[in-house]
């Protein structure tokens, strides 16, 4: 899929958010800039959360109320060669039957990462756009 823009990037995310269901986790592939925390964003917005949506690069993760009791927690994981003690947060996180978890530069947790997790790859376009693919 192509994405043109910033506002595209938030609309596919609100879009994305209406096929969400509890528990999912989706891991964001991509460079710095590339736009998953946009993706995020758009995502969270579309199901309800009210409050600004940053990334979690130097707290590791953020968790946001969604409504009927649902979480949606988001991480980060780029300033962490060894995630150490998140890992059980992010396992905790995995396991919760109410939560969507949303990972940022998975790799150094891949080994407790479900095999059914959406992946979404996003890549720069050579005219400023980005391509997203899901595995």
Excluded: C
């Amino acid at each position: 899929m192509k994405i043109n823009s910033e506002q595209e990037m938030l609309n596919y995310g609100r879009e994305f958010a209406k096929k969400i269901k509890f528990p999912m986790v989706i891991e964001l592939i991509g460079d710095v800039g590339a736009g998953k925390t946009t993706f995020t964003r758009g995502l969270a917005e579309g199901l309800g959360v009210k409050e600004p949506i940053t990334s979690p690069s130097f707290t590791i993760s953020k968790s946001y109320a969604l409504p009927n009791n649902k979480h949606l927690v988001h991480y980060d994981f780029y300033r962490l060669p060894d995630p150490g003690l998140m890992l059980d947060d992010l396992n905790e996180s995995i396991n919760n039957k109410n939560t969507l978890t949303i990972i940022e530069w998975g790799n150094t947790a891949i080994d407790i990462l479900p095999d059914d997790r959406a992946v979404v790859k996003i890549e720069y376009t050579e005219t400023g756009g980005r391509n997203l693919f899901f595995q």
